[in-house]
C-alpha cells in the first residue's frame, strides 16, 4: 500500500503528540479550519492541537448549528425582570412572610423548627399546640 506522506517514526510521532498537547494546554494554535490553520504545515502541533480542540468542544457541546439554535431559544424567552419597573422588582425581593403550619385531620402530628420539641396537632375541638 502506498503511502501518501512522509513516514514519520514512532518516537517522532511521540514528540510531536507531546508538542501539541503543550500547544493545547497554552492555547497557542488557530482555530481549527480557519485560514491560519490551513496555512500551518501538516506536521505542525498547533495543527493537531486545534483539532483536539475542536474534539473536546464536539463532545462537550455537540452539533454547532444545535448549540447555536439553542442560544436562539433562550435569547427569545421573557426573563423575570424583562418589562418591570425597579420598584417592581424590589417588591419582588422582598421577604415572604413564614409558612404557617396547620395540623390537618387525619395526619399525624408536625414538630415545630425550632419549637423545643412541641408538635402542632389537630383535634376536632380546635388545633393546639402540644
Not at 45 to 50: D, H, I, K, T, Y
Given at each position: 500500500?502506498?503511502?501518501?506522506?512522509?513516514?514519520?517514526?514512532?518516537?517522532?510521532?511521540v514528540?510531536?503528540?507531546?508538542?501539541?498537547?503543550?500547544?493545547?494546554?497554552?492555547?497557542?494554535?488557530?482555530?481549527?479550519?480557519?485560514?491560519?490553520?490551513?496555512?500551518?504545515?501538516p506536521?505542525?502541533?498547533?495543527?493537531?492541537?486545534?483539532?483536539?480542540?475542536?474534539?473536546?468542544?464536539?463532545?462537550?457541546?455537540?452539533?454547532?448549528?444545535?448549540?447555536?439554535?439553542?442560544?436562539?431559544?433562550?435569547?427569545?424567552?421573557?426573563?423575570?425582570?424583562?418589562?418591570?419597573?425597579?420598584?417592581?422588582?424590589?417588591?419582588?425581593?422582598?421577604?415572604?412572610?413564614?409558612?404557617?403550619?396547620?395540623?390537618?385531620?387525619?395526619?399525624?402530628?408536625?414538630?415545630?423548627?425550632?419549637?423545643?420539641?412541641?408538635?402542632?396537632?389537630?383535634?376536632?375541638?380546635?388545633?393546639?399546640?402540644?
Amino acid at each position: 500500500m502506498p503511502q501518501d506522506g512522509p513516514h514519520i517514526t514512532p518516537d517522532e510521532f511521540v514528540a510531536l503528540w507531546a508538542e501539541a498537547r503543550t500547544a493545547y494546554f497554552a492555547d497557542e494554535f488557530p482555530p481549527y479550519a480557519s485560514p491560519a490553520w490551513r496555512a500551518l504545515r501538516p506536521d505542525d502541533p498547533r495543527r493537531l492541537a486545534a483539532a483536539l480542540d475542536a474534539a473536546e468542544k464536539w463532545r462537550k457541546y455537540g452539533d454547532e448549528e444545535a448549540l447555536l439554535q439553542w442560544f436562539r431559544n433562550v435569547a427569545g424567552r421573557r426573563f423575570i425582570a424583562e418589562g418591570r419597573t425597579a420598584a417592581e422588582l424590589a417588591e419582588l425581593r422582598k421577604a415572604k412572610p413564614p409558612h404557617q403550619l396547620q395540623a390537618t385531620p387525619g395526619w399525624p402530628p408536625i414538630r415545630i423548627p425550632g419549637g423545643g420539641g412541641r408538635h402542632l396537632t389537630y383535634s376536632d375541638e380546635r388545633r393546639e399546640a402540644a
